[in-house]
C-alpha cells in the first residue's frame, strides 16, 4: 500500500525545509516558483519533491504546481492517445500533426517514470516536438529516440502567471 502522501497529516511545524535549503550541507533547494522544496541527487541532476518533512512527518507546504498547469480528464488523454496511436515516425507526424509549436534537440539522457503498464525506459539523445493546438487543456509531446522511435505525452498546458514574452514589433 502506498499512502505517500498523506494528506490528512499535519503540515511540518518544525521548520526543518525552511533550515534545510539555507544549509549548503543538505542537498535540498526551495522551488519558489511552485513553493516546492526538493531534493537533488549527488551529480544535482535529478530532483525529487518532498511530501513529508524527513524529521516530524509533517506535510511539505503545498506545491502550487496544480494550480499552474490545466487538469486533462481521462477522456482528454484518451482522445489524444487514438489521435496519436497509429503514429509511428516522424514523417507520419509531420504528416498527421503539421509543423510542431517547438522542436528541441535533446543533450542528456532522460528515464520515463513508468507506470503500472509501461516499465521505465531511458531515452538517450534525440529530439522532443511539441504540439500545443490539438487539445484544449493538453499539450502533446513527442519524444523521439536516436532511433527514431517515438513515445507521446500529454502533459497539462501552463496555465500559471504569464511568463516573460518579446511584446510589440521589433522591426
Ligand atoms: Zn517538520
Redesign the pocket.
Known sequence: MNNMPNPDAPP??????DRAAKDPAFPVVYDARMNEFHLITHDGRGQASFY???????RAPKSLRATFFADVTDEESRRLFLLTQHILNKEQIIKELGEPHQDFEISGGMTSAGSDTEPKETFIGGRRLVYENLSDTADVNVRIDRYGKLRFSFTGKYIGPQRQTESGPQE
Do not use: T
Open positions: 511540518c511545524g518544525c521548520k526543518w525545509f513529508h518533512c524527513p524529521f516530524c512527518g509533517g
